[in-house]
């Protein structure tokens, strides 16, 4: 943390800590609630895009309090405008909505048995993020906020975002074409927060970290094509799996041995490979679909020219061909140093200086970072995992589990993050 950032810290949490309305009675009045919320999207989770449900049942939510409505946001999503008694800036809150095609596997008397389809295959669908904590804090904040219209010095701009996950091939979604229809503006925002939960962060702990937080996502296509011929007699064609292997092999040497690691990490994994028909004919082509994960702008644009370089030259030593094509998912999610430094005694305000930390940059990526590119955000993660926990489970997986007793924290510090913006 450099010397200026630690200074504005430190200025700002003394102007912080001396303000401030009390919410207690509100925050424990809403808990039972917002874990309820939490539960029932957990039990009904929906696909990108899909998001129909959900989005139904926040914009009632937000209806219900006399909040201004609008929906069809980016195909599903849900935006809500809370103007304070008092004229000011425009803050926005971020919460995605979306599950992932995962078949739940734990023991949760409200776990997911909801299945659908998912790339032309039937597939079981779960919240394995925790998207569904996302959207019941925010729906959590909303009801606090809205009995708090006095308190508020400007205007609370709610979004609920589908598709974070990635909008089906062939569809635009998510937070880019949100910004791209406009939820930036009209009124125009100033600064945007947003937190993930983290099922291996112990509930009532928060995590952040000034500057690149998570990694720009990029998916990669490589075609590979040689030449047909009989299992038995391989020097008869041009093996397009083994090139496909040489490829593979080639581009972790680009992460190993040409790129800067002690700058910032970054990632190639290749996630598919499809090839051939049966065992005794070596085919004619091989299709390879990756991710490459990046901190930094220049090594994102040595990673890929190298890539591009590599690609056609390694198939071309082994007789065969090979294109590839890079395309940008997600941006970096970058955390505005000034944001950061005046909102981080926010945090420390709310869970205690002691359960406030910073962490190493992440090679996860969120689509949050598109909303950054607009306006300064502020993006932090929330303990999720039971303390004293000696086994917690990844996100995306069948197993995934959060402790609902970390949720109220959730809905403090975006509820306090948003009145004490708009009042600096």
């Known amino acids: ?32 609630k917002v874990i309820e919320w939490r539960r029932d999207i957990h039990q009904n989770p929906e696909l990108s895009n899909r998001e129909f449900k959900t989005a139904e049942k926040i914009a009632k939510h937000l209806k219900s309090l006399g909040i201004e409505v609008q929906t069809g946001v980016a195909k599903t999503g849900v935006v809500g405008l809370l103007k304070g008694d008092q004229d000011g800036k425009v803050v926005a809150l971020r919460a995605d909505i979306d599950a992932l095609p995962v078949t739940e ?30 959207v019941a804090i925010l729906m959590g904040v909303a009801e606090i906020l809205s009995k708090n219209k006095d308190k508020i010095k400007g205007t ?88 496909s292997a040489k490829i593979i092999d080639g581009l972790q040497t680009i992460i190993s041995r040409e790129t800067e690691l002690i700058n910032e990490a970054a990632v190639i994994s290749v ?67 000034d944001l950061t430094a005046k909102m981080a005694p926010t945090l420390e305000k709310i869970a205690g200086k002691a359960n406030v930390s910073i962490h190493k940059a992440i090679t996860g990526a969120e689509d949050f970072s598109y909303f950054q590119e607009k306006v300064p955000g502020f993006y932090f993660f929330l303990g ?33 993050l948003a009145l004490d913006y708009l009042n600096l």
């Open 1 to 32: 943390m450099n010397k200026i950032f630690t200074l504005v810290l430190l200025l700002t949490s003394i102007s912080i800590w001396a303000q401030g309305p009390n919410l207690e009675k509100d925050y424990a009045a809403i808990e039972d």
């Open 105 to 134: 596997r734990n023991d949760l008397p409200y776990k997911s048995t909801v299945k659908s389809e998912f790339l032309g295959k039937s597939v079981g669908v779960m919240h394995a993020c925790g998207h569904d904590t996302h």
């Open 156 to 243: 609370v701009k709610l979004i609920f975002q589908p598709a974070e996950e990635g909008p089906p091939p062939g569809e635009e979604g998510g937070a880019l074409l949100m910004v791209k229809e406009g939820v930036l503006t009209n009124p125009n925002v100033d600064a945007i927060f947003g937190l993930h939960i983290n099922s291996q962060t112990p509930v009532g702990t928060v995590k952040y970290k000034p500057g690149g937080s998570m990694a720009s996502a990029q998916r990669f296509v490589i075609n590979v094509k040689g030449k047909q011929t009989h299992g038995s007699q391989p020097w008869g064609g041009v093996d397009p799996i083994l090139i």
């Open 271 to 337: 996630g598919k490979i499809t090839s051939g028909v049966r065992s005794n004919i070596i085919p004619e082509s091989a299709e390879m679909i990756g991710t490459i994960r990046t901190l930094d702008y220049d090594m994102q644009k040595f990673i890929n020219k190298r890539m591009e370089e590599m690609v056609p030259a390694i198939a071309k030593v082994y007789g065969g061909e090979a294109t590839i094509d890079i395309q940008t998912s997600t941006a970096i999610t970058y955390n505005d140093l």
């Open 384 to 416: 999720g995992m039971t303390p004293g926990t000696t086994e917690s489970y990844p996100h995306h997986t069948p197993d995934f589990k959060i402790d609902d007793s970390g949720l109220l924290l959730g809905v403090k510090t975006m509820t306090q």
